[in-house]
């Protein structure tokens, strides 16, 4: 495995709970931090713009206060994601919010910039940049990003549409920093095979929606919890790029999920507008891997499920 900048090392388990649009918020976060892992929230998500300081107040109180009670199973450190395409008028003022809190990890998304990754790092921040092939890894290490998120086949909402396998393989070839594999994972076994590929880290974002601290609907935390990968649409009609997104919310739309036209690529809304919002609040991103999600549970307590089935896992391995 790659050497890990000091704030990717402090985790418990090596999980990263993916930034969920409209559905991350301070709780979820502050849940999945207790629990080991790196729980992450878009900016975006704090609307109005003055409710991310409030957040992050939120954020680094109840982990210090966790830490305080449990000096000896301390947090996992928090990540906020931004959108850094030029469609994200709010990008300046919350990467000024970031600033003034530290914030020890910073995703970005959707265009690798160089400005940005510098401005993470004058405060000792770490960036990860998400990816969906090769050239954009190269892109986003050249321009400073410290780490990737490989976005690979079966992810929930926007995605890639390579194998994990091939992805991970070209990336390993002239990467050795900070990997993170998405696509698919919500079993612990999964998350030994993302390491045994060559991930530092899992990427699990799906399973994290059905869960007590997650905002989303209860209508859309079932609909996880009783779909499988038969019931994940792959489209760009929402927003322009393509992402998965579960039938039973499309059809509650009134269209046919078998029959999707497809969207105008120059139309891409994924900047946090309204036009975006309704898009993720009505039509529901989601994963591949749901299958392995059977109720919906405090997020220690999936957590606590990961990890029994990864040691299961090992164990059959090592057998």
């Not at 629990?35 to 300081?53: D, H, I, K």
């Not at 549409?161 to 900070?178: M, T």
């Not at 994290?208 to 499988?228: H, L, M, P, W």
Request: hydrophobic residues 45%; negative net charge; glycine residues 10%.
């Amino acid at each position: 495995m790659s050497k890990l900048p000091a704030a990717l090392q402090r985790l418990r388990f090596p999980v990263i709970g993916a930034p969920l649009f409209i559905i991350s918020n301070p709780k979820l976060v502050i849940a999945q931090c207790a629990a080991g892992v790196v729980g992450s929230m878009p900016a975006l998500n704090a609307r109005p713009a003055s409710q991310l300081e409030e957040w992050l107040h939120e954020i680094t109180e109840g982990i210090a206060a966790h830490d305080k009670a449990h000096p000896d199973q301390p947090a996992a450190p928090y990540a906020i994601n931004q959108i850094v395409h030029k469609s994200n008028d709010r990008l300046e003022h919350d990467m000024e919010v970031c600033a003034k809190y530290k914030v020890p990890i910073v995703i970005t998304s959707l265009g690798a910039r160089e400005d940005v990754n510098q401005a993470v790092h004058s405060w000792g921040g770490v960036v990860l940049h998400d990816i969906i092939n090769n050239f954009f890894a190269h892109k986003a290490i050249d321009k400073g990003a410290d780490g990737l998120v490989a976005v690979a086949a079966g992810a929930g909402g926007h995605a890639g549409v390579k194998s994990p396998f091939a992805l991970i393989q070209e990336i390993r070839q002239w990467f050795d920093g900070p990997l993170a594999l998405s696509g698919s994972i919500a079993h612990g076994g999964a998350v030994l095979a993302a390491r045994a590929a060559g991930a530092d880290f899992a990427y699990i974002g799906s399973a994290f929606i059905a869960t007590e601290e997650a905002r989303a609907s209860d209508a859309y935390k079932q609909a996880i919890v009783d779909g499988n990968s038969d019931d994940i649409v792959y489209s760009n009609l929402f927003t322009g790029v393509h992402g998965n997104y579960l039938k039973p919310s499309i059809k509650a739309a009134g269209l046919d999920p078998d029959n999707l036209p497809e969207s105008d690529p120059s139309k891409m809304n994924f900047g946090g507008g309204e036009g975006s919002k309704k898009a993720w609040k009505d039509i529901w991103g989601c994963g591949q891997g749901i299958g392995a999600v059977d109720a919906v549970v405090p997020a220690g307590e999936l957590v606590a499920r990961l990890k029994r089935e990864y040691a299961e896992a090992l164990a059959r391995v090592n057998a």
